[in-house]
Structure formats: C-alpha cells, structure tokens
C-alpha cells in the first residue's frame, strides 16, 4: 500500500510513498533473483521455463486526482536507457532499473482512475523477442490535481507467473 503524505519520507513509520521518478521494479538480474528468494527449492528448475512478474495496480480510494501512475510504453524505451541500480533493504540488496530521459518516450495515464479499474505492469519478462520486457512507471504531479484533492491511496500485489514449457 502507498499513501501520499506531505513532508513524510518514504517508509518512515512503515509508509510507502509514491515513487515519483521513472523505474522499473525488476532488472534482467533482479527478476530471477526474486524467484530463488521467494521460492528456492523451486526457483531453477522454474527459470528453465519463461517467467513474468507481473503488478496489478489501482487506487484505494477514487477518483485519483493526486499522484496518478503514469506508464510508458516500453517499445518506446531502448535497453541502454534502463540502468540498473541498487535497492538495499535491511535484510538484502535488490535492484531496479532507473530509466533515461529521452523525448520520444510515450506516457499514458488513466485520469481519474476509480477503485474499480486497475492497471497491470509487466516488471520482468524472461522471454527476450517480445515487444516488452520491462515496463517503466512513476507517480507525477499532475497539473490539473485541485489543491483540495484527497492524497493519493493506491496497492499493488506482484505476481509471479510461470509458463508451462
């Protein structure tokens, strides 16, 4: 769960913020990383096979006017625009894929997401021929947010999911 609160860093008091700076929660490393962590005894003999994360994403409370999630489109994004950076946690190390600017990225966003409606981001394709591996994402300060707009409320659940060989 994220919630927006002004003036608050992100996790303090166990908050998670908005991210408000282009990413991608996987990397070609970290993908298959988070499957050995989550499921050892499992994890090798499931990478022989394609393997997605996949996040499922939507505003607790609507209509989100405050911090919507944008998403790029990443046929638009070159593999040497995501570069990979470290994510310490107290207990490991992850790492995501920072995103460089470039001005033929193509942006949408869902304004005025209800609760009922959700987004789904591929984070991590094992399957390198497709059209998109990785797909990056941020929260933003959208212009037209009235200054009374409630503070965004927004979850996300990750989802492995495995291919049948």
Same mark, same amino acid.
């Given at each position: +769960?994220?919630?927006?609160?002004?003036?608050?860093?992100?996790? !303090?008091?166990?908050?998670?913020?908005?991210?408000?700076? /282009?990413?991608?929660?996987?990397? &070609?490393?970290?993908? $298959?990383?988070?499957?050995?962590?989550?499921?050892?005894?499992?994890?090798? &003999?499931?990478?022989?096979?394609? /393997?997605?994360?996949?996040?499922?994403?939507?505003?607790?409370?609507?209509?989100?006017?405050?911090?919507?999630?944008?998403?790029?489109?990443?046929? #638009?994004?070159?593999?040497?625009?995501?570069?990979?950076? !470290?994510?310490? %946690?107290?207990?490991?190390?992850?790492?995501?894929?920072? /995103?460089?600017?470039? =001005?033929?990225?193509?942006?949408? %966003?869902?304004?005025?997401? +209800?609760?009922?409606?959700?987004?789904?981001?591929?984070?991590? !394709?094992?399957? #390198? !021929?497709?059209?998109?591996? @990785?797909?990056?994402?941020?929260?933003?300060?959208? $212009? #037209?947010? =009235?200054?009374?707009?409630?503070?965004? &409320?927004?979850?996300?659940?990750?989802?492995?999911? @495995?291919?049948?060989?």
């Amino acid at each position: +769960m994220r919630k927006r609160v002004e003036g608050v860093a992100d996790r !303090d008091g166990g908050l998670r913020q908005p991210v408000a700076r /282009v990413h991608v929660d996987h990397t &070609e490393k970290s993908g $298959p990383q988070r499957v050995r962590d989550l499921i050892p005894d499992q994890a090798e &003999e499931l990478l022989k096979g394609r /393997v997605q994360i996949i996040n499922l994403w939507r505003p607790i409370r609507g209509p989100l006017l405050d911090s919507p999630l944008a998403v790029c489109d990443a046929r #638009t994004v070159g593999l040497d625009e995501l570069v990979a950076s !470290d994510l310490v %946690y107290p207990n490991r190390v992850g790492e995501i894929y920072s /995103v460089k600017y470039d =001005p033929d990225h193509q942006w949408f %966003y869902v304004p005025r997401m +209800m609760v009922d409606e959700a987004l789904l981001l591929k984070c991590f !394709d094992s399957r #390198t !021929d497709g059209p998109a591996r @990785f797909a990056p994402h941020t929260a933003f300060a959208d $212009p #037209t947010t =009235p200054p009374d707009a409630p503070p965004r &409320e927004s979850i996300e659940l990750r989802t492995l999911v @495995f291919h049948a060989k």
